[in-house]
């Protein structure tokens, strides 16, 4: 699938092939497919006062990391108490499994964490 950026780029490209009858989408059929997926940055701000919304950038990094995209997770502020053993082992988000498990996971499958 093109990216918006060769999109932009080959834009100009197209524009020129349709007025000059041809298939706009045969000039942009030629970029190569990238199969290594997009790129996800997960930015992280609530800590163990919030612990539903405090787990959501690990349980959507693990998703996003099986279906095949590059992420990273940043926590800054108050999330940065989650990478504490105790409070990550005692926080319980409410209708999600407990953060350890969605930590664990997150540390399986080698997503990086910047805090």
Known sequence: ???????????????GA???????ASAVATEPESSTGQKFLLVGLCGSEN????NFPFVWAAALKDAGNEVRIEI????????????????????WPPFKDALAKVIELKIPIFV
Do not use: E, I, W
């Open 1 to 15: 699938m093109p990216t918006r950026r060769s999109m932009l780029q080959s834009a100009g490209h197209a524009y």
């Open 18 to 24: 349709v007025f000059a009858g041809a298939s706009a």
């Open 51 to 54: 612990p539903t919304r405090a």
């Open 76 to 95: 800054a502020g108050d999330a940065t108490v989650l990478m504490r053993t105790p409070v990550s082992d005692s926080v319980t988000p409410v209708g």
